[in-house]
């Protein structure tokens, strides 16, 4: 609770390699590979949601202003995003445990790691089935 008094979400630093993925993923968005979407949770336990959800939103405007336009949804725990788990969906999360609910529930992951950026956009290409060298 205190975290989101003093504006914590929204102030938290991106991850150094973080932009390059953020670039990677919008320019196979433009070419017409994926489609995307911000998925987030407000977190059972930050109150009140709706300045958690707040924070957030304005931490992408702040950090990746290019992702504002994508639709955002905001579940109530890490393992409820697992809802929008299909066999067509790959889910990029800094948690295991988020992504091992996905997987389970019929998804994709993708366990992010920022010393490990070069992997994952090999990872992306393979989850689309594209070349890469």
């Known amino acids: 609770p205190k975290y989101v008094e003093v504006n914590g979400f929204e102030k938290q630093a991106a991850m150094p390699n973080a932009a390059k993925l953020v670039d990677f993923v919008v320019k196979l968005h433009k070419q017409g590979k994926v489609k995307l979407a911000i998925l987030t949770s407000h977190g059972e336990f930050y109150e009140p949601f709706s300045e958690v959800i707040r924070q957030k939103k304005a931490w992408i405007e702040f950090n990746f202003p290019e992702l504002v336009k994508f639709p955002f949804c905001a579940t109530s725990s890490g393992a409820d995003k697992s809802i929008l788990a299909s066999p067509h969906t790959l ?6 445990k988020n ?5 389970n529930a019929g998804g994709h992951g993708i ?3 920022d010393h490990l950026i070069e992997i994952h956009l090999i990872e992306i290409l393979d989850f689309l089935g594209m070349k890469h060298d």
């Open 111 to 113: 366990v992010y790691e």
């Open 99 to 103: 992504i091992i609910h996905f997987t």
């Open 91 to 96: 889910l990029i999360d800094d948690h295991a």
